[in-house]
Every structure is written in C-alpha cells, then in structure tokens.
C-alpha cells in the first residue's frame, strides 16, 4: 500500500511541475522573431591604452566614430578636480597628472593618433564640451552646454576652424533662427548638405541648418510643433505626455529610410521625425524614472536596415538595445559601479563598422569603454 502510494505521490507531483513549467512566463529573447534576436556585447577593459604626457580624462562629453573607424572623445578639462591635476602646478606638489586637451582621437587598438582643442583666434570655444561629430567629408562638429554656449562649431581633423553658427550669450530663445541655446548634440547629412543640431540645454528644438553657409533651413519642437519656452511642470510618468520637450533634447540621430530620432532625456521617450520636421511616432523607456531621464543617446545599428537602437541611460546607469520599429527594449547591459562594463552616468554611445559600441561617462566617470560586440547575428 504505501509502495502504491509514493507511486501516486510522485506521479502527481511531476504532472505538477509540467504544469508550473507550461504556465511559466517565456523569456524575452525566446518572444522574439530571429531577426529581433538583440546582439550580444563583452567590455574590452584594455580599451583605450593608457595615455601619455600624463594626461587624464575629465568628464568624457561626447564621442563618435569616423568613416575610417577612429573614435573620437571629447572631455571637459575644466571639470576635473584640483587634486586630480597638480602635476601642471608650480611648484608640483604631486606626479599625477595633466589635464588632456579636449579633443582626442583613437583608432580600433586603443592608440591616441591625434588631440587638439581649446580656446583660439577666430571662434568661441565653449565653456563646457558637450557633443562631438565627424561627417563624412571629414568635418569634426562641436557644441558646448555651459549658460553662454549658443554657438555650434565646425573644425578639420587636425583642428584647423571652419565655422562657426551663433554667438556666446546671443539667443532669444527656442524660436532664435541666428543662435543656439546650450546644444547638446549634432548629425550631419552631406548629401543634402544640411546639419541637425539637439538644441539642447536652453532651447526646446531640433534646427537644422546649411553646412557650408550655416545659413537656418529649419525647426520643430514635440510634435512637430512650435516650441515655446513657458515654464513646464516637472516630469510626472502619472500624466499625459508633454507637448513640450523637457530640457535638455539631448540627441539626433538620422536613419538611412529618412528618419528623425530625438532624444527628450528627462520624459524618457524617443520622438521620431520625417526630415522635415513631421511627427511619425514616439515610445518610451523605463517611464518611472525622475532626475535626468531614462533617455541620454541613442545610435542605430549598423546593418541594412538598422534594426537596433543602442541607447545609454544615464540615470539608471545601464546601456539598453531597442527594437528600432517600436522602440521595445530587447536587453540591457551593465549596471552602475566603477569596475570594467559597469558604467557612472553614461553620457554617449558610438558604434563602429563591426558593431562595436563605445560608451562614454560623465560626473566622476570620466571616461570611455569599448564594448565588443561578440554575437553573429548581423
């Protein structure tokens, strides 16, 4: 009787754990069509090599990658601590370290082929470097977020100036069609010879302008509308989404099917555009977040029809891989800390011809990482 029994037992428990197991929640990557399959990414922690001169990062503003796969950073020396550059004092009360200047540019190994930057004859250097671009004829793009950064600026590689749109402290605001106002990030298209500025800090907009002339072409606020510049309340997931980009609109980027993406960092949402400034859709990630938004940068994939959107959450501090036809989030990497692939407030995401990303930091991050990526679905 009891052999009977423990059979019955074990039997009835089996058919239990087949119905837990069947009533179990499926994975997200197992949901997903093989072509939505997210890629895969691994930290280089030996990325980039060590700098010389006995140089050191300050917060790490901006990076982007080139036609020839070099990377370039941008930082902002004036935001390291005292304690972190005595070297540069006289008398030296220590050996470490030198600011490095502001620009500076690696190839794939992780070795420094260039650097340059600074205040000069000609143009207004910003008060905080905020925001780095290199087209593809070879035009390196600067913006700046400090109080007086209105102008957007434009060098070669070797940092000779070209020009420069607006004026320091000269904007009149989100409807200024000569000045900016505290831009946060640049993409260019050479083909129709115009630039698209995240306008930023200050304004509420997207402005496009010519890149040869810096003559205005164009602007547009949430929505495809006006922008304004009226008090807004503070961002509550509770309520209707605002009609109004919150500050700062801190990224554009453009896709191969004429596509607008904007990064509206504090309502954690990405607004997606026509080239002309009309409205197609929006989506949301990670929608409970307060302080500086949930939404810092964003790039697409490289493949044929780009169908990721890498993006960096500077609050949360974690990098996320979208689906670019809806903006679903498909995994997320990293987590705050200071070890190799955590990040401290990521700032910016680039991404190379072989789909690895680079990540920079800003606060007490200070610095870039290259995550490879280690998946074959391209």
Known sequence: MMTALSRWGRGLLAATAVLALSAAPVLAHDAHAPEDIPPGFEVDPHW??????NWIFGQVAGVAVDRRDHIWVIHRPRSLQERQVMAGRTPQPAICCVAAPPVLVFDQSGNLLRSWGGPGQ???WPESEHGIYVDDEDHVWLAGNGPRDHQLLKFTLDGQFRLQIGRAGASTGSNDTANLNRPADTEVDVRTREIYV????????????????GAYLRHWGAYGERPHDNPLPAYDPAQPPSRSFGSP????????DGLVYVCDRVNNRVQVFRRDGTFVQEF???????????????VPSRDANQRFLFTV???????????RRDGEVLSTFGRMGRYAGQFMVPHNVAV???????????D???RVQRFRRVDQNR
């Open 198 to 213: 995240a306008d930023g800090y200050g304004n509420r907009r997207i402005v496009v302008y010519n890149i040869d002339t």
């Open 122 to 124: 000609g143009y207004e």
């Open 284 to 298: 949301f990630v990670a929608r409970e977040t307060r302080l500086n938004g949930a939404i810092a940068d964003l």
């Open 249 to 256: 609109v801190h990224c554009v980027r453009l896709t191969r």
């Open 352 to 362: 190379d011809s072989g789909g690895n990303l680079y990540i920079s930091e800003v």
């Open 364 to 366: 007490t991050g200070q």
């Open 313 to 323: 959450d500077n609050t949360n501090s974690v990098a996320r891989v979208l689906r």
């Open 48 to 53: 980039p090599k060590a700098l010389p001169n």
